[in-house]
Structure formats: C-alpha cells, structure tokens
C-alpha cells in the first residue's frame, strides 16, 4: 500500500486535496514507463522505495529486513532560489526483524535535500540520505544501511519486469479516482549480501519484494488505517493485497494483484478480497492489540499469515509522527507453508492523524 505506505502523519497523506499546494495529480491512463519511472518523481508531494523480505543466515535462522526511503515534496519555498528551501525532504526507516532478539532492531534517518546529506535521481533508482542509500544499478537494486546494532549491504536482482498495480499501474484507494496513486511492484527479488549484528558480519540470502509508489492525494475521508501484504509464493508467483479500513474495522476499499510465475499480473476483483484477524498481540510499549495472524482470501485462494515474531512494532514517531506493525509472515495453504512475505498495518493505535 502507501508505503507504503508510512507518511501518515506528514503532510504528504493529507486526507483533503493536496493539489492546492501545486501538486501533480494522479490520472488515469498515465503509462508507465521505464527506465524513466524508476526515479524520482518530486512534481507528486509524496514517494517512496520500500523493499522488504526474508534472510537466511549461513546456519539457516531467518531473519525479516525492511528498508523504505520517502521523499516528501513539502510545498515551501517553491519560489525561493535558495538551497537552503526545504522543498524537499528524504526520509528512511531500516528494520530487522530478529528471532533470537525477539523484536525489530529498528533505525530512521531524515534530512533536507539541497543542503542537508540527502537527494534523489529523477532519471533512475538512487536515493540516499547519508551514509544510507538505495538504487538501481544495472539490472539490480543495491542497498546499504548502517544503523545503530545493525548495518547491511544487499542486492537484489528482480526475475522479470515491474508488476504494474491497479489499472496498469494507476491505483485506486477509494471509490472517486482522485485518490490513487501510481504503483508497481518488483516481486521475487534475489537477495544476497552480508549482514552485521552486534558488530558481527555474516553472509546472508534470500528473497525480497519491492515497491515504488508516488502520489499528491491518497487517503479518502472516514480511513482510518490500512492492511498491507506483499507474498513471494513458492510457486515462483506473486502477490500484492491491501485494504482500507474505517473506524469500526470494515473495508472502505480493497485490491489485489497476483502474478502467476512468468505471467503478467492478474487484477482480482475488489469484492474478491478480504482480511479476516485470527490473533491478537499486545505491545507493551505502545499498549496497541495488533492483529499479528490473519486469513487473506484473493479470487478462489485462502492464506494464513503467521508472524516470524509478534513484537515487529516500529515506533518512527520521531520522523512520521506514527506507530505501526510491519513484519514479515510466513503464508500456510491447508496447514502448509506455500510462501513467505510481508504484512504491514497502520491505525490500530489511533485514527491517522495528520499535522
């Protein structure tokens, strides 16, 4: 989703029109193309590359890692000639889900582009702020974090092209197509690299998916949060699923996407979705109940979604000004695992606010 889908509490993901502030709109029947469409887009207030997935360590534990940069058009100083305009804005969350810790070792980075150690290409994938960074070079992506207890260097190779969401990459989040956004998906990435803990490096492999998504206006009146899931299937396919949720947890719009293995991507009707919570977890920091185990049905097909851990609470506060849950799953089909991937929720703590 809006990632997806994190911007809840900036400016970007304002639920009234966007566009006032002289923000591109989101149209349909706009192509995406490429390689152009890997970049930056800093006419739309908001974007943002989020890659997440699994990693086997070389004595098989897994571990979950997520990696999202934003940028954030704020609408000031579009007149201002001076560098030092906060026109725009790079933001970045890093994640590693840990077994043996029993919780996210998390960390964010945000600065000014201009002046501050932050920017973004418009003609290819490659943003960074600081010493993090993540672009397209080639064919595959490469990414590279050093947070506090953690730091990685990955690179992920995708298996075919990007899996356009929506109406050939035009997504709808509501039933008036003012809010929407344009949307692809890179699923089944190959990841390889090495990963530090603690100060310790190990190589690391596994599979990823990744999403890039921009937009001026997302979020209609009445939403209160959103459900998000992103599955690598073993099957070598894909699937990308969302809903909207309103204040008494009830769909306000849904959508889906599976890309059978070497095939396009297959659009699901939206009466075709549906996410069902199984089982509750309770932060303790937080004091939010997260509903960590679900059932997702897409068209004919009913998946369990259980968590690597419970606890993958990421509390970025300090730059989104939100809470939520985003953690990697493991996908059971009749009792079997048929997959693994990501699910991300938002708004379970309070309405999403907007300041």
Do not use: C
Not at 22 to 36: E, K, Q, S, T, W
Not at 84 to 111: M, Y
Not at 317 to 342: C, K, P
């Amino acid at each position: 989703m809006q990632r997806r889908r994190f911007l809840m509490s900036l400016p970007a993901m304002a639920t009234g029109s966007a566009l006032g502030a002289g923000f591109a709109p989101v149209l349909p029947g706009r192509p995406l193309v490429f390689p152009a469409d890997h970049g930056a887009h800093p006419a739309f207030r908001t974007e943002w590359w989020y890659a997440t997935g699994w990693l086997s360590l070389p004595d098989g534990k897994p571990l979950g890692f997520q990696v999202t940069f934003f940028r954030v058009g704020t609408g000031l100083g579009e007149g201002n000639p001076s560098a030092f305009a906060p026109r725009q804005l790079v933001l970045a969350h890093a994640a590693i889900a840990d077994p043996a810790l029993g919780r996210l070792r998390h960390d964010e980075r945000s600065a000014r582009v201009g002046v501050g150690p932050a920017g973004f290409d418009t003609r290819t994938t490659r943003v960074w702020v600081g010493d993090w960074r993540f672009e397209l070079v080639g064919d595959r992506y490469q990414a590279e974090v050093a947070a506090t207890d953690f730091a990685y260097r990955l690179e992920l190779v995708p298996d075919g092209p990007p899996l356009l969401q929506g109406q050939g990459g035009f997504s709808r989040k509501a039933a008036d197509p003012r809010h929407a956004s344009y949307y692809y998906s890179r699923p089944q990435l190959r990841v390889s690299g090495q990963l530090s803990l603690d100060g310790v490096a190990r190589p690391v492999s596994g599979k990823a998916w990744l999403d890039h998504e921009w937009s001026s206006e997302l979020l209609p009146e009445g939403a209160q949060g959103w459900d998000w899931i992103g599955l690598n299937l073993d099957d070598g396919s894909g699937l990308m699923a969302f809903r909207l949720r309103d204040a008494a947890g009830q769909a306000l719009w849904s959508a889906a996407t599976l890309r059978p293995a070497g095939q396009p991507g297959q659009v699901q009707p939206r009466e075709a979705v549906s996410f069902t919570p199984l089982r509750q977890w309770h932060s303790p920091r937080s004091g939010i109940h997260w509903p960590v185990a679900w059932r997702v049905q897409v068209g004919g097909r009913s998946l369990e979604l259980q968590p690597l851990i419970d606890d993958q609470e990421l509390d970025s506060r300090r730059s989104t000004g939100a809470i939520y849950w985003e953690g990697a799953v493991r996908a059971l089909e009749g009792g079997r695992e048929v997959g693994r991937g990501y699910l991300e929720m938002t708004g379970y703590g309070k309405r999403i606010r907007v300041g």
